[in-house]
């Protein structure tokens, strides 16, 4: 009995772990398809998906040659986030900075992979920007019933924040 007790629990460990990681958020990998479509600006700019799907370089610091790391967030401009795969469509806002602040937040791209994902995406998309710019960070609540459109709004915007160095 003792090792079917075992492989029981095993199975059961792995199932849950599966389960986990298929209802969780993933950071698509974006560096080759942000090198590809680069255009060689080097002054901090990223690429990423727009609203219609198609591919396309956004973004940009400010602050080109000062070579002060808080610089281009003190100076301002706009920052893309990564794009994020979650089990209902991608996920990507854009933030725009001026004097070190968040002054805007939009999202380029939400779930949208069936008619109650674009649903939750259009309410609960409002709320996190208002919660953002109060907070000035990515240091917000989830919005009830909207926890994976959350999580991966607020991990693109994470990632917007570290490139502008805020």
Known sequence: MRPRAAVSAALASAGIL????????????????????????????????????????????????TGAAGAAAKAGGTYDGD???????????????????????????????????????NYAAPILRSEVLQAQSADVRTVGGATVTSDAYLTSLQAALDAANL
């Not at 209902?88 to 992979?113: C, E, N, S, Y």
């Open 18 to 65: 599966l389960a986990g990681w298929q209802s969780g958020v993933h950071v698509a990998d974006t560096r080759s398809a942000v090198a590809a479509a680069s255009t060689g600006n080097s002054s901090g700019s990223s690429s990423g998906l727009g609203t219609s799907g198609s591919a396309g370089t956004t973004g940009s610091s400010g602050a080109a040659g």
């Open 83 to 121: 794009i994020v795969q979650t089990r209902f469509g991608i996920v990507q806002v854009r933030i725009t900075v001026k004097a070190g602040d968040i002054t805007d937040v939009t999202a380029l791209k939400l779930t949208d992979h069936e008619g109650r994902s674009v649903q939750i995406s």
